[in-house]
T-cell receptor, first 117, second 111 residues
């Protein structure tokens, strides 16, 4: 068991709606990253959060946003949902060292499966 | 990010060794080679990583070519629970928690 928990596990939304996904990171980890995984493909990096700030972003539009809280948990928000946003959203926690390096393993949650109708 | 190339699928028999290859001809000197696997209906799981030398852990071994342009993940005795998609990923020291996943290798283990 990785200790990374995500909620909800499944949800269905309609096009144009907004969604918030939540992630509790593993104890002792200060960095959270989010990934989108479409069916049959590998996960794609959305962004990462460290010290409550976005610190690196993949090729995703601004309607994908996030937050990190003082306890290192995180939220992913997606506005104006589109059909192509249907995917498994994965959260991963890891540890960034004081010099800003992050080379250790990532621990992934089991994901939140979003269906947009 | 430098890219990796893996076979789409491989098949093995239970209790036999499995060698999963990965090519990464454009690897840079500071890229680490990471392997993750994803079992059905689960998030990816870390397997092993290395830089230049071969590495062993309780799950697997990682053999890295001398020129670092290829590597092989070795499962010494495959079990049915090892059936998963295996991803070979190059991780730059500056990339933080950004991992660039390809499509991976779907490993089937036959009983």
């Amino acid at each position: 068991e990785t200790g990374v928990t995500q909620s909800p596990t499944h949800l269905i939304k309609t096009r144009g709606q907004q969604v918030t996904l939540r992630c509790s990171s593993q104890s002792g980890h200060n960095t959270v990253s989010w990934y989108q995984q479409a069916l049959g493909q590998g996960p794609q990096f959305i962004f990462q959060y460290y010290r409550e700030e976005e610190n690196g972003r993949g090729n995703f539009p601004p309607r994908f946003s996030g937050l990190q809280f003082p306890n290192y948990s995180s939220e992913l928000n997606v506005n104006a949902l589109e059909l192509d946003d249907s995917a498994l959203y994965l959260c991963a926690s890891s540890s960034t060292q004081h010099r800003g390096t992050n080379t250790g393993e990532l621990f992934f949650g089991e994901g939140s499966r979003l269906t947009v109708l | 990010d430098a890219k990796t190339t893996q076979p789409n699928s491989m098949e093995s028999n239970e209790e036999e060794p499995v060698h999963l290859p990965c090519n990464h001809s454009t690897i840079s000197g500071t890229d680490y080679i990471h392997w993750y696997r994803q079992l059905p209906s689960q998030g990816p799981e870390y397997v092993i990583h290395g830089l230049t030398s071969n590495v062993n852990n309780r799950m697997a071994s990682l053999a890295i070519a001398e020129d670092r342009k290829s590597s092989t993940l070795i499962l010494h005795r495959a079990t049915l629970r090892d059936a998963a998609v295996y991803y070979c990923i190059l991780r730059a020291i500056t990339s933080g928690s950004r991992l660039t996943f390809g499509e991976g290798t779907q490993l089937t283990v036959n009983p």
